[in-house]
């Protein structure tokens, strides 16, 4: 059992000012005075509300999923406050698009914005050539685009979502609203039969901040108060039975901020990583999430009383948290039945038994005084490709951490193995699509690039830091 501490103190705020560390992690240029957290009037202690769903169906060619996205910069209610945000279909907490594999997937995107945007769907194993998930072009102000690729048969089962990747304003436009999560059916038929019925519940964790009545898109400080929220939602409760065990989607859909989730009481069953099912159950007593992690776990409640989910103080190095709570479990009713957790899900191919067709070295590296960051001494360029790859091989990457925070690593299209951290083994019970790089240290990783051709991004997570050049082009090849 993986045990770090656990706090056991409920903290319910609804104003939280954030202590500086250092430099601003944004390294944006935002003031000392940046717009405070608090939503005067603000609604607590509503039930958790749950996001509307978009779901495949069948139709006369097999399953798929067709959803549209209006993208406006449209008035929104937060927790009882209006204001005006960047919004999916007039919402500042839009659908979940839920998806089984072998889908065909269409997505069409309405843009009312005055500026520019794209959409990733973050995690998904699916072609990056246009029409497919590809961040490197755009959609122009005033004009449509419809996304379409095919889910494979086999794409793993778990939460994944999607946000906009427009580079340079991505930090801004998912800051304000552009992002929901996305389902992938099928994680629960992996469960042990008792379980799979049990209660579902997404969590999409995002903050904002408020300025003349509007969540901001510019300057933004992410060391600065910032209100959190679950669903859109400021505080909601959850109802629980007494000893009744809950499957919970944890996704930071956020921007910027980490967060270092803990439920009191109670410790957090992991039983998917960013998508992955995995082949050992392991529990934590807190879950750290940076920017894009997605955390699926069994809960068991208390016999009584309630609970808290909260986020607890964190130092990234850059940035430094609070504990803050996101939401409240209210234990009533009839005491559940006695369940058995898992121990396993499903197997995962082992990348380290696989012999490396190529090992590379990144260096992750940042002037922070004139907010630019670098991969391997390089800030991205549409124009250029960084990393050219071939279809159906295995690398091993070493990636570094030349700075003194943390940066969240994610690739597009394919996940990897983690195979060591600061020289130590790490031992993978799953593949991932986002590792915390260390600061001043590194992580190993290993990928196997499969099915698909094309041009993709890795970067770090953090948008603020991919908006201003931590981003690279990677190119996979056919095989010569």
Same mark, same amino acid.
């Given at each position: ?20 560390? =250092? *430099? ?108 497919? *998930?590809?961040?490197?072009? %755009?959609?122009?102000? =005033? ?73 901001? %898109? ?9 209100? /959190? ?14 000893? !009744? ?16 989730? +803990?439920?009191? =009481? ?6 998917? !990583? ?7 159950? /392991? ?10 992690? /997605? ?8 016999? &009584? ?14 940035? @430094?948290?609070?504990?803050? %709570? ?9 005491? $559940? ?6 121990? &396993? ?19 992750? @590296?940042? *002037? ?29 990457? $070493?990636?570094?951490?030349?700075? %003194? ?19 130590? +083994? ?14 001043? =240290? ?39």
């Amino acid at each position: 059992m993986v045990r770090a501490f656990r706090t056991l103190a409920a903290v319910a705020l609804l104003t939280v000012s954030l202590l500086a560390c =250092g *430099d601003d992690d944004g390294g944006d240029g935002a003031s000392p005075s940046s717009p405070p957290a608090s939503l005067d009037g603000a609604a607590t202690g509503e039930p958790l509300a749950a996001p509307e769903v978009i779901a495949g169906e069948d139709g006369p060619g097999g399953r798929q999923l067709v959803a549209k996205l209006e993208v406006a910069k449209a008035p929104t209610e937060i927790a009882g406050v209006e204001m005006t945000a960047l919004t999916y279909n007039g919402s500042f907490q839009p659908p979940l698009l839920e998806m089984t594999p072998g889908d065909h997937v269409e997505i069409t995107i309405v843009n009312g914005l005055d500026e520019a945007t794209n959409l990733h769907t973050h995690g998904l194993h699916v072609s990056p050539i246009t029409p497919g *998930d590809n961040v490197l072009m %755009t959609i122009p102000a =005033g004009e449509s685009f419809t996304y379409e690729y095919d889910l494979p048969d086999d794409h793993a089962p778990g939460t994944y979502w999607y946000h906009s990747h427009a580079h340079g304003i991505s930090e801004g436009q998912v800051f304000a609203g552009m992002s929901g999560v996305i389902v992938i059916r099928g994680l629960d038929e992996l469960l042990p039969a008792d379980l799979r019925d049990v209660t579902q519940h997404v969590f999409a964790l995002k903050d904002i901040q408020i300025e003349d009545g509007a969540i901001i %898109t510019d300057n933004i400080d992410s060391n600065a108060s910032t209100t /959190r929220l679950v669903n859109g939602q400021l505080q909601p409760v959850v109802t629980m039975r007494p000893g !009744e065990i809950q499957l919970w989607r944890l996704a930071n859909v956020g921007a910027d901020i980490f967060y270092r989730v +803990a439920l009191s =009481g109670a410790e957090l069953h992991v039983i998917a !990583e960013d998508g992955n099912p995995v082949a050992q159950v /392991r529990s934590f007593d807190d879950l750290v999430m940076p920017p894009g992690k /997605r955390f699926d776990v069994l809960v068991q409640a208390a016999d &009584s009383g309630s609970m808290n989910l909260e986020t607890l103080g964190y130092d990234q190095g850059g940035d @430094t948290y609070p504990e803050v %709570t996101l939401a409240t479990v209210a234990i009533d009713g009839d005491p $559940a039945p006695e369940l058995s957790l898992p121990t &396993s899900l499903a197997p995962f191919d082992d990348l380290r038994e696989v012999e490396a067709a190529e090992s590379r070295s990144f260096a992750f @590296t940042e *002037d922070d005084a004139n907010n630019q960051f670098f991969i391997n001494g390089e800030m991205f360029s549409h124009d250029r490709v960084n990393t050219v790859v071939q279809l159906d091989t295995v690398e091993e990457w $070493a990636i570094s951490n030349d700075t %003194t925070e943390q940066h969240p690593f994610h690739i597009h299209v394919n996940d990897f193995q983690v195979v060591s951290v600061n020289g130590e +083994a790490y031992d993978a019970v799953s593949l991932q699509d986002t590792v915390i790089l260390p600061p001043g =240290g590194d992580v190993v990783i290993r990928m196997h690039f499969t099915d698909f051709l094309g041009k993709y991004v890795y970067h770090c997570h953090i948008l603020n830091h991919e908006d201003n050049g931590m981003m690279a082009v990677l190119e996979v090849v056919a095989a010569a």
